[in-house]
Nanobody
Framework: QVQLVESGGGLVQAGGSLRLSCAAS????????MGWYRQGPGKERELVAT?????????ADSVKGRFTISRDNAKNTVYVYLQMNSLKPEDTAVYYC?????????????WGQGTQVTVSS
């Protein structure tokens, strides 16, 4: 089992910045890809960015050049961060941290509780 705890959401004006943090604990040795997803009002959950254990990153086109995902593999906790710059009102959403593990060939997805990001115009 993996537990994910997010922090760092809030209210910001358009053009501003926020940094989201996610701390993963538990069976972290099996964690492969970690990432951030978001779900805006009336929308489906969508990918924002992912990062592998080796540091390779992937971004949604809508956030490229504005958001940066990073990862810190500490001894007992894995941290993943999302630096969000030049925020736009359309970035308003609940942001969820995600971690994937593969055990005996089976994929497991873990989610945090979500953190609200609101960008005012």
């Amino acid at each position: 089992q993996v537990q994910l705890v997010e922090s760092g959401g809030g209210l910001v004006q358009a053009g501003g910045s926020l940094r989201l943090s996610c701390a993963a604990s538990g069976s972290i040795f099996n964690i492969g890809v970690m990432g951030w997803y978001r779900q805006g009002p009336g929308k489906e959950r969508e990918l924002v960015a992912t990062i592998t254990s080796g540091g390779s990153t992937n971004y949604a086109d809508s956030v490229k050049g504005r958001f940066t995902i990073s990862r810190d593999n500490a001894k007992n906790t894995v941290y993943v961060y999302l630096q969000m710059n030049s925020l736009k009102p359309e970035d308003t959403a609940v942001y969820y941290c995600n971690a994937r593990t593969i055990i005996a060939g089976l994929l497991y997805n873990y989610w945090g509780q979500g953190t609200q990001v609101t960008v005012s115009s």
